[in-house]
């Protein structure tokens, strides 16, 4: 079944699959993909929902997954929820932020753009959140506060990607907001745990992404391996 999660999402979420291959512990490596694959279960709620309504149910259904996970009941049937309630136990991972990121995504299920004052709540509540916890499976003495402006970096120019920034909010200015996330990660990553360095290495690749620089995997690869050896974005 780990073979199955890797392999889901090394099609899904590619990059944060290619930085997790810098995890040399296997059950480590493991408890981090099963946090993105339950990122991509989310994510993808509104994708394969014929309407809101069923995305609210699809949402409603991790929701109470949460709930098994965390209240000692027996975990419905489903690889990314059992995979989940491993990483749960093995790491002391709290709920807060697994709850978090399931209620934000309910902002998914529209579609549209986000309002100016929606987009950082949003962003703190799906990328930094997860990367908060993927921070933690590596390093427990990880702190949430240490991947605040690399997660946001990575987030702001995934939703330029998608469409789901302001309208208002130009290219230049989405390059700028991205630009000074980075820069403010420099300083939070310095304290960050180095065995917790894969948690954030695929945020090395924003700025491109920010503009619209197309990227081979093997650039990426090299990217992010980079940001490894040196432990800056």
């Known amino acids: 079944m780990a073979d199955d999660l890797d392999a889901q999402i090394r099609r899904a979420d590619p990059d944060r699959w290619l930085a997790s291959r810098l995890i040399a512990d296997e059950a480590a490596r493991a408890d981090v993909i099963a946090l993105y694959a339950f990122n991509h279960e989310l994510a993808r709620a509104p994708e394969v929902a014929s309407q809101p309504l069923v995305g609210e149910m699809r949402l409603a259904w991790w929701g109470e997954a949460l709930e098994e996970i965390f209240e000692g009941?027996?975990?419905?049937?489903?690889?990314?929820?059992?995979?989940?309630?491993?990483?749960?136990?093995a790491r002391?991972?709290?709920?807060?932020?697994?709850?978090?990121?399931?209620?934000?995504?309910?902002?998914?299920?529209?579609?549209?753009?986000?309002?100016?004052?929606?987009?950082?709540?949003?962003?703190?509540?799906?990328?930094?959140?997860?990367?908060?916890?993927?921070?933690?499976?590596?390093?427990?003495?990880?702190?949430?506060?240490?991947?605040?402006?690399?997660?946001?970096?990575?987030a702001l120019a995934g939703l330029a990607r998608a469409g789901r920034l302001p309208k208002a909010w130009t290219a230049e200015e989405?390059?700028?907001?991205?630009?000074?996330?980075?820069?403010?990660?420099?300083?939070?990553?310095?304290?960050?745990?180095?065995?917790?360095?894969?948690?954030?290495?695929?945020?090395?690749?924003?700025?491109?992404?920010?503009?619209?620089?197309?990227?081979?995997?093997?650039?990426?690869?090299?990217?992010?391996?980079?940001?490894?050896?040196?432990g800056r974005i």
């Open 174 to 230: 989405v390059r700028r907001q991205v630009d000074v996330a980075r820069a403010l990660a420099a300083g939070e990553i310095e304290e960050l745990p180095v065995d917790a360095f894969p948690a954030v290495a695929y945020a090395t690749l924003a700025p491109a992404y920010a503009r619209g620089r197309a990227q081979t995997e093997l650039g990426r690869k090299a990217r992010i391996t980079w940001a490894a050896a040196t």
């Open 92 to 154: 002391a991972l709290p709920r807060g932020p697994l709850d978090a990121m399931t209620e934000a995504r309910l902002a998914d299920l529209d579609g549209g753009v986000l309002e100016p004052e929606k987009v950082e709540p949003y962003i703190d509540a799906t990328a930094v959140g997860l990367m908060g916890l993927a921070a933690r499976v590596l390093a427990r003495d990880s702190r949430p506060e240490q991947v605040v402006h690399a997660g946001r970096a990575w």
């Open 73 to 89: 009941r027996r975990v419905r049937t489903h690889p990314v929820a059992q995979a989940l309630e491993r990483a749960v136990k």
